[in-house]
Each structure stands twice: as C-alpha cells, then as structure tokens.
C-alpha cells in the first residue's frame, strides 16, 4: 500500500529520526560520512563552480550476474531509504569534513553541508526481492548534483552485499528444493559483526527458514534455530554427574524419578535388536539426557563427536523413546561430518527400523539435519547421490559469499538538467545506457517473464497484445518482437523529494521474502539452473536504442589517420 509523506528537510529535527514513519539505518554507521572522500571533493567542486544544484539523474546497476548465474536477487533498498529519511550532517561530522578537505576549501561550503538533506530528492526502485537483470536500473536517483553524489557510496554499499547474499540464498534454497528447512549458521565466519547481521537477515530474504544468529532475530523477526555444539557433549563424564533424574510427563499427570534408568533400559533393548553398536559412549549419552531433561520439548541432538552409527544414532534413539514414554517426541538430530549421504541414509533405516519393531508411529520420520561446511556443489552432490536430510545448516560458503565476494553494483550519470549524459569505453559492457527511463517487464503466454524492455521516461509504455520490438541496447543484429500477455513496470516511487507523488511503503521482511519466493517461482527453469543456465534477455526500445548511438557517434571523438 502507499502512503503519502513528508520527506526530511530543514526546519524539521535534526536527528536522525525524522522522515515519517521511516526508522534509522539498522547499522547506526550508516551516517553521511559512510562516503569515499572523493564524494565531498567533488561536492565542492560542484559547489564552487556554483553547478551543486543542478538537477541530476543517476542509475543504480549491476553489470554481470554473480556465481556463474542468470538472475539477481535486489535487496537492501529498506537500509537506502533510511539512510536518506535520516540524512542530515552533524556538527562534529562537519568538523571532521573541514579537518579532512585541503585548508583552502572556503567556509561557505561547510555552510552549505549544513543545510543539505534529502528533501529535494526523488528516488523511484524496483521492489526489494525481486528478481533482476544487468543494465536495468535497480534505483533511479535524482537530485540536486552535489547532494546525490554524496549518496553514490553508502547506497552501493547498502545493495550490493545485500543483493549478492540474498541471490546466495535463493541459489542454495533452488538446489536443496522446497521441502527442505534451510538455516543459516554462518555468525561465527561471516565478515565482523555488521556482515553476520547483514548475511542473517537476506539470506532470510532469499529463502532461508531460520538463523542461529540471535541478534538478527531480535532485530528482525527471523526464526531462531540451534541446539549444542560437541563442546556440550564432551563436557560430561558419565550418567553419574546427573543429579536431577526426575522428568515430569508431558501432560503433567505423572513424574519418571529416574529418566536416566528410563534411557539406559531403552538402550538396552536396542541392543537386542543387533546391529552394528554395542556399549556406547557414556559422556555422551550423559549429554544427551541432560539436554533432554532442560529441553524436553526440543531435544535435537549433535550425534558425531564420538561415532554416528555405534554410539550417537542409538544414545539419541535411547533418549528419544524414553521422551516418548512421557509423551514427548524428540525434534532429531545433527550431522556435522562424514558421508552425509551414507550416515543419513543407515539414520534413516534405524529411525525406521525402531517405528516397525516398538510400534511408534512416525518415529521412522525423525528429523535429520546436516552442517558441515555445506556449499551449492555439496548440496547438488547429495542429491545425486540420494539422501535422508531433511533440513541444511548452512555457514561460511553462504554468508561469506565465498564463491563471488562482490557484486560490482555501479552508479552511473544518465541525465543532468534534462540532458541525457553517456558514459563511453572500449568494452562494450561498461557504456551506459542514458536518459531518465522507465522499466517494463513483459510476460508471455505461460507465465514466464520473457524480456525487461527500458523505454524513455516519455514514451508509451508497452501495452498487452500489442506488437513491440525489443532491441539489444549495443548489437544491433539482435532483435525480436514480443506480443506481452502482461506488462509490469517495474519501478516505483520509494521516496518522493517534492515531486508530491505517493511513496510505496516498505515492506516487512516477512512480505519481501513471500515475494521473493514467488518472483523466483515465475521465472523459467533454464534461467534459474546451475549449470549453463539461458541469459535472460534485456532490451531497449527501438526509440531509446536510436538515441543511444546518436549520442554515442555525437560524444565519441573521431580519430585523425595521418
């Protein structure tokens, strides 16, 4: 839903809170003077050449998708827009500016810093979570020149580790599958405290279930998952060291005084049932029955610190069966090393093997999550080796973006007092695509989005069923017609400036990742595959691509042959 604001400006507080509803960045670095130095040297510029009001356009883009794939997933637009509800300098930040500029910067400038906000700022963006394509603007920022330059650095730096773990994320979910409960375990290897907030919370976005990160939870509503490390296991000693034996019964109607005996009975009739385990390890054992004591109702156990198959598979049976005589039902357990798919599979016919000869309903289906430095390439390797995980632990490869550590996201002039401004180079990929534009997303017969088209800011839009011809912004050879069965645009107004139009609302976290789930969805298997998936296509209108080489031929210099 929309909802008109009223954008910061001067007059109003200045704190960072203001801006409507809008809150504070979650980082509280996230400040103007989250910048590279050359932002304020060239506000200067601007400023003394008397051009820092002059109104700009500049595109926010991504060249290239990451990991090796055909799609991006666009996220981190909340923290812009709170940057810019809240962008106001401070005193001391002015200080440290004038103490960091040449002496000879004039007072007059420090002067003007301290009016500057984002009043006079309009910002028009995708919505975050959705799927998106090189060259096509993920935010369109336009401003007064000096002001909007000054956002270049913290708006790249607010999207593209966002967009590049939250496309992370939905690559991971894609080939684990749908039914499979993803966590993200990855705090402890992520890049400092901002990194591990930052991974918890899009790789939420992207399709994760849960996080172990109990900062993120409480910052963002996310699940919270976790349970022991072996640490907790090889603490204990023996059954002995329990002092508290006694367990009430899930519904509270009677009390086992001594679960441990419960636990040791079950484990011997386990035995009977043969096997590849006889006496297993007791400290462990001791461990589990403690957590199971403090955590009846949750009791997940880490089976691989001593021996899966002849201590850990039939120490956690033993303690779940005595649960299960007092009516609870014991969550699983965790792999974290060896052959996932082998130890899984031999889990499995034990879980099994147990519902067949006790007659417990569902015990054969207890859960079981694996960890171990789980990857993309693991994840497909498991399903071609067939499993029985049921739920991903999944850390470093995923947090720390280990395949592809950037994205590359740049920030390009486009247009500046109503001037369509290019940027040209030698390759190809780096030229910009000029003028203030609007995006369209055209879909075809079965659903499937085909082709995002970029038009002038005046040009009609693309209309269903009709006949429109979607060029290559830079071959000319490649073109096709496309006949839409529905036409989405595909930016929207985020922030306003003075412009008086309604500004779209962000979105709980909860919603951005539906959408993202769905967005994902609607987007045809042979784009979304690991291996040589098929280029989605973006295109420019026939209008836009002639004006493209018009400027172009009228910027490039022509070359003398002597």
Known sequence: ????????????????????????????????????????????????????????????????????????????????????????????????????????CEIGFYNYLRGIDCSDVEIHAISEGF?????????????????????????????????????NAARHRFVAGKSKLLLEFGLRRAQGPDGGIGASKYCYMGGFDATSNVAAGQLFGIPLRGTHSHAFVSSFMSPDEIVEKSLKSFDGSSVCKDFVSSVQSWLSKLKLLGGIFGETNQSEIAAFVSYALAFPQNFLALVDTYDVMRSGIPNFCAVALALNDLGYKAVGIRLDSGDLAYLSCETRKFFQGIEKEFKIAGFGKTSITASNDLNEETLDALNKQGHEVDAFGIGTHLVTCYAQPALGGVF???????????????????VSIPCKKRSYRLYGK??????????????????????????HPFNESKRAYVVPQRVEELMKCFWPGQSGKVREELQPIKLIRERCINQLDLMRPDHMRRLNPTPYKVSVSAKLYDFIHFLWLNEAPVGELE
């Open 446 to 471: 079965e659903g499937y989005p085909l082709v995002d088209i970029m038009t002038g800011e005046n040009e009609p839009p693309p209309k269903v069923g009709e006949r429109i011809l979607c060029r």
């Open 412 to 430: 390009k002039l486009v247009e500046i007092n109503k001037q369509p401004r290019i940027k040209l180079s030698e390759d190809v990929s780096k």
């Open 131 to 167: 799927v998106v394509f090189p060259k096509i603007p993920l935010m369109r920022v336009e401003g007064p020149v000096a002001v909007v330059q000054l956002l270049e650095t913290p708006l790249l730096n607010l999207v593209n580790y966002a967009s590049l773990v939250a496309t």
């Open 1 to 104: 839903m929309a909802t008109p604001v009223v954008a910061n400006g001067p007059g109003k507080e200045e704190n960072r809170g203001g801006g409507g509803s809008i809150g504070r960045p979650t980082n509280p670095m996230v400040t103007p003077l989250l910048t590279d130095l050359y932002q304020f040297t060239m506000a200067y510029a601007y400023w003394k050449a008397g051009k820092h009001n002059e109104r700009a356009v500049f595109d926010l883009y991504f060249r290239k998708n990451p990991f090796g794939g055909e799609y991006t997933v666009f996220a981190g637009l909340d923290e812009c827009i709170k940057l810019i509800a809240n962008f106001k300098f401070t005193e001391d930040e002015i200080a440290f500016i004038q103490a960091s500029l040449p002496p000879s």
